[in-house]
Protein backbone atom coordinates (compact mmCIF):
# COMPACT_ATOMS: atom_id res chain seq x y z
CA UNK A 1 0.00 0.00 0.00
CA UNK A 2 1.10 3.52 -1.34
CA UNK A 3 1.97 6.21 1.67
CA UNK A 4 -1.03 8.05 0.12
CA UNK A 5 -3.13 5.33 0.41
CA UNK A 6 -2.52 4.68 3.92
CA UNK A 7 -2.63 7.89 5.33
CA UNK A 8 -5.76 7.97 3.68
CA UNK A 9 -6.95 4.91 5.95
CA UNK A 10 -5.93 7.25 8.60
CA UNK A 11 -8.17 9.60 8.41
CA UNK A 12 -11.40 7.45 7.42
CA UNK A 13 -10.53 5.54 10.49
CA UNK A 14 -10.23 8.63 12.27
CA UNK A 15 -13.64 10.62 11.16
CA UNK A 16 -15.27 6.94 11.91
CA UNK A 17 -13.94 6.43 15.23
CA UNK A 18 -14.12 10.03 16.66
CA UNK A 19 -11.28 11.07 19.86
CA UNK A 20 -10.60 9.28 22.64
CA UNK A 21 -8.20 6.15 22.77
CA UNK A 22 -10.43 3.88 21.25
CA UNK A 23 -10.19 1.40 18.22
CA UNK A 24 -7.52 -0.64 19.33
CA UNK A 25 -8.85 -3.70 17.94
CA UNK A 26 -9.49 -2.06 14.14
CA UNK A 27 -7.01 -2.78 11.67
CA UNK A 28 -5.83 0.70 12.23
CA UNK A 29 -5.24 2.07 15.59
CA UNK A 30 -6.84 5.67 15.91
CA UNK A 31 -6.67 7.45 18.90
CA UNK A 32 -7.03 10.99 20.00
CA UNK A 33 -6.35 13.24 22.90
CA UNK A 34 -5.36 16.22 24.75
CA UNK A 35 -1.48 16.93 25.22
CA UNK A 36 -0.83 18.84 27.96
CA UNK A 37 -4.81 20.13 29.10
CA UNK A 38 -3.20 22.93 31.70
CA UNK A 39 -1.17 24.32 28.48
CA UNK A 40 2.10 24.87 30.95
CA UNK A 41 4.51 21.83 29.99
CA UNK A 42 6.30 22.92 26.98
CA UNK A 43 7.70 19.12 26.61
CA UNK A 44 4.93 16.99 27.09
CA UNK A 45 4.60 13.72 25.65
CA UNK A 46 2.26 11.51 25.90
CA UNK A 47 3.87 7.42 25.63
CA UNK A 48 2.70 3.86 24.58
CA UNK A 49 3.63 0.93 24.01
CA UNK A 50 2.27 -1.36 21.02
CA UNK A 51 3.35 -4.92 20.98
CA UNK A 52 3.33 -6.33 17.27
CA UNK A 53 3.07 -9.94 16.82
CA UNK A 54 4.77 -12.28 14.71
CA UNK A 55 4.73 -11.88 10.92
CA UNK A 56 5.42 -8.28 11.44
CA UNK A 57 7.96 -6.19 9.24
CA UNK A 58 7.34 -2.93 10.50
CA UNK A 59 5.05 -0.24 12.81
CA UNK A 60 4.13 3.06 11.19
CA UNK A 61 2.22 6.10 12.90
CA UNK A 62 1.34 9.64 11.58
CA UNK A 63 -0.44 12.32 13.56
CA UNK A 64 -2.60 15.25 12.90
CA UNK A 65 -2.37 18.45 15.04
CA UNK A 66 -6.52 19.28 15.62
CA UNK A 67 -5.91 22.37 17.24
CA UNK A 68 -5.81 25.47 15.71
CA UNK A 69 -2.63 26.78 14.48
CA UNK A 70 -0.27 28.38 17.12
CA UNK A 71 3.37 29.62 15.54
CA UNK A 72 6.37 27.72 17.16
CA UNK A 73 3.50 24.86 18.57
CA UNK A 74 3.79 21.71 16.80
CA UNK A 75 2.48 17.75 17.25
CA UNK A 76 5.42 14.99 16.74
CA UNK A 77 4.79 11.31 16.81
CA UNK A 78 7.89 9.13 17.32
CA UNK A 79 8.33 5.27 17.24
CA UNK A 80 11.28 3.41 18.17
CA UNK A 81 12.48 -0.29 19.07
CA UNK A 82 15.96 -0.78 20.12
CA UNK A 83 18.32 0.58 18.14
CA UNK A 84 15.98 2.44 15.44
CA UNK A 85 13.47 5.84 15.78
CA UNK A 86 11.80 7.62 13.18
CA UNK A 87 9.78 10.90 14.11
CA UNK A 88 7.74 13.13 11.84
CA UNK A 89 5.72 16.95 12.51
CA UNK A 90 2.00 17.93 12.03
CA UNK A 91 2.03 20.79 9.90
CA UNK A 92 -0.55 23.57 9.03
CA UNK A 93 -3.62 21.10 10.15
CA UNK A 94 -2.12 18.55 7.80
CA UNK A 95 -1.41 14.76 8.76
CA UNK A 96 2.08 14.32 9.50
CA UNK A 97 4.39 12.06 6.79
CA UNK A 98 3.53 8.02 7.63
CA UNK A 99 6.51 7.19 9.78
CA UNK A 100 7.70 3.27 9.94
CA UNK A 101 10.39 1.52 12.03
CA UNK A 102 11.06 -2.04 10.21
CA UNK A 103 12.11 -4.00 13.84
CA UNK A 104 9.90 -7.06 13.33
CA UNK A 105 7.55 -8.23 15.99
CA UNK A 106 7.52 -7.17 19.37
CA UNK A 107 7.29 -4.08 21.32
CA UNK A 108 7.56 -0.49 19.61
CA UNK A 109 7.17 2.69 21.62
CA UNK A 110 4.54 5.61 19.95
CA UNK A 111 5.01 8.87 21.52
CA UNK A 112 3.47 12.26 20.49
CA UNK A 113 4.96 15.32 21.58
CA UNK A 114 4.68 19.14 21.26
CA UNK A 115 7.78 21.69 21.00
CA UNK A 116 6.17 24.48 23.28
CA UNK A 117 3.77 25.57 25.97
CA UNK A 118 0.22 25.27 24.80
CA UNK A 119 -2.67 22.81 24.87
CA UNK A 120 -2.87 20.52 22.05
CA UNK A 121 -5.83 18.29 20.38
CA UNK A 122 -4.55 15.22 18.61
CA UNK A 123 -5.06 12.50 16.49
CA UNK A 124 -3.15 9.69 16.10
CA UNK A 125 -3.13 6.30 13.74
CA UNK A 126 -0.90 3.46 13.96
CA UNK A 127 -0.50 -0.20 13.12
CA UNK A 128 1.91 -3.22 12.75
CA UNK A 129 2.44 -4.43 8.79
CA UNK A 130 3.77 -7.07 7.28
CA UNK A 131 6.37 -6.31 4.20
CA UNK A 132 3.43 -6.46 2.01
CA UNK A 133 1.46 -3.83 4.28
CA UNK A 134 -0.91 -6.07 5.41
CA UNK A 135 -2.18 -5.32 9.36
CA UNK A 136 -0.77 -7.75 11.71
CA UNK A 137 -3.11 -6.71 14.49
CA UNK A 138 -2.01 -4.36 17.18
CA UNK A 139 -2.24 -4.54 21.05
CA UNK A 140 -1.59 -1.10 22.76
CA UNK A 141 -0.98 0.01 25.87
CA UNK A 142 -0.76 3.36 27.34
CA UNK A 143 1.87 4.39 29.87
CA UNK A 144 1.88 8.27 29.83
CA UNK A 145 -0.96 10.36 29.39
CA UNK A 146 1.32 14.57 30.13
Not at 20 to 33: K, N, P, Q, R, V
Not at 40 to 46: L, P, V
Not at 96 to 108: F, H, K, L, P, R
Not at 130 to 144: A, C, E, M, P, Y
Request: with cysteine; proline share 3%; hydrophobic share 40%.
Amino acid sequence: MKTTSLKKAFIVAAMLTGFGHTGLSMAYGIGGAVLDPAGNNASATDLASVNCPGGTHHFSAAVLDTSPPVAGLLVSVHIYKDTQMTTATSTNGNWSDIVSVNGGAGTYYLSIRKTNVGARNFTVGWDCRTSDNISTGIDLKVLQVQ
